[in-house]
C-alpha cells in the first residue's frame, strides 16, 4: 500500500492537493514539485513528457499506485503518452490521471451562452487540449483560449498583489473577454491561478462564472476510486502528507506554506 502521489512542476498543484485532501482527508498524499526545473509552460512537449515521466517514475519508486500530475501542462503534453506508451511496460497495476479531463467534462454545464473562455499557460493553450477535450463533451460549445505567461511568475514571487501585478492580470483577462464577448465561463487552466481567482472575478462582467479545478479534480477522483476498488484497496490511508522537492527546501517551505495555510517541511531530491 502507499500514497496517492501529486506531481506539479511548481506549488500550483498545492492548490490541488488542499482540496483533494479536504474532500479524501483520511488518505496519504506524497507531493512532489519539480521546482528546480520549473516552469514547464514555455517548454517542448518532449522536454515536459521526458520530466514529467522522471517525476512519475520518482514517485512509483516511493511507492505510489496512483499519480495525479495537478499540472495542466504536464496533463496537456504528458499525460496521454505516458497512459497509453510507458505504463503498460513499466507499470501496467499502476495509474496516472491529469487534470484537464474534469474540467472539461463537466464545464459546459455551467455555461447557458455555451461560450467558454480558458486562461492557461503557454504550453497548454498551445497543445489545444481544453479545445479538443471540451468539443468532444460539449461540441456545441464555443472555446477561445488566452495563455498568460506572466501570471505563474507573478504568483511564484508573490508580485501578483501588487499594482504593476492587478494591470499584468487585467489585460489578459481583458483580452480573453475581447476574444469573444459572449464568454460566461472561464477556466482557470492553470494549478497556479487559483491564487488569482478573486481579483479575476472582480474583473470580469456580472454573470461571467470563473472556474478554478481543485474542487472538480477532487470530485473526480474520489468517483474514480469508487468506481476502481481495486486501485482503492492499494492507497495506504494514515491521513498524512509529505513533500519532495527539486528546488531549495527552503525556499519551497516557505513558498508551500503560503500555498497550504500550515507548515511545511519538504525533503529534497535530484530528478
Not at 9 to 35: C, F, H, M, Q, V
Not at 79 to 87: V, W
Not at 181 to 195: A, E, N, R, S
Request: proline residues 5%; contains cysteine; glycine residues 8%.
Amino acid at each position: 500500500m502507499g500514497a496517492i502521489g501529486i506531481f506539479d512542476s511548481g506549488y500550483g498543484g498545492l492548490t490541488i492537493l488542499k482540496d483533494i485532501r479536504e474532500k479524501l482527508p483520511a488518505y496519504d498524499y506524497l507531493y512532489l514539485g519539480d521546482n528546480a526545473r520549473a516552469p514547464y509552460g514555455p517548454r517542448s512537449f518532449d522536454v515536459v513528457y521526458q520530466y514529467t515521466l522522471e517525476a512519475v517514475q520518482e514517485l512509483f519508486d516511493r511507492g505510489c499506485h496512483l499519480v495525479i500530475l495537478a499540472c495542466n501542462t504536464a496533463s496537456a503534453k504528458a499525460l496521454r503518452t505516458i497512459q497509453q506508451n510507458d505504463l503498460p511496460n513499466i507499470a501496467p497495476n499502476r495509474r496516472v490521471l491529469g487534470v484537464i479531463r474534469p474540467s472539461t467534462e463537466i464545464v459546459g454545464q455551467y455555461s447557458r451562452s455555451k461560450s467558454i473562455g480558458i486562461l492557461a499557460t503557454e504550453g497548454t493553450v498551445a497543445s489545444e487540449s481544453y479545445v479538443i477535450e471540451i468539443k468532444k463533451f460539449w461540441p456545441q460549445c464555443s472555446v477561445v483560449q488566452h495563455a498568460c505567461p506572466l501570471w505563474v511568475p507573478l504568483i511564484e514571487n508573490n508580485e501578483y498583489d501588487t499594482h504593476a501585478g492587478r494591470e499584468f492580470i487585467e489585460k489578459d483577462v481583458t483580452t480573453l473577454l475581447k476574444k469573444d464577448p459572449k464568454i460566461d465561463t472561464i477556466v482557470l487552466g492553470c494549478t497556479h491561478y487559483p491564487v488569482l481567482q478573486k481579483y479575476i472575478e472582480t474583473i470580469v462582467p456580472e454573470g461571467v462564472k470563473v472556474v478554478s479545478q481543485g474542487g472538480i479534480v477532487a470530485a473526480s477522483l474520489e468517483d474514480y476510486l469508487r468506481r476502481h476498488p481495486w486501485m482503492d484497496s492499494k492507497l495506504s490511508r494514515n491521513g498524512s502528507v509529505h513533500y519532495l522537492t527539486s528546488e531549495s527546501t527552503d525556499i519551497f517551505n516557505k513558498q508551500a506554506s503560503e500555498f497550504m495555510g500550515s507548515s511545511v517541511a519538504a525533503t529534497h531530491i535530484t530528478l
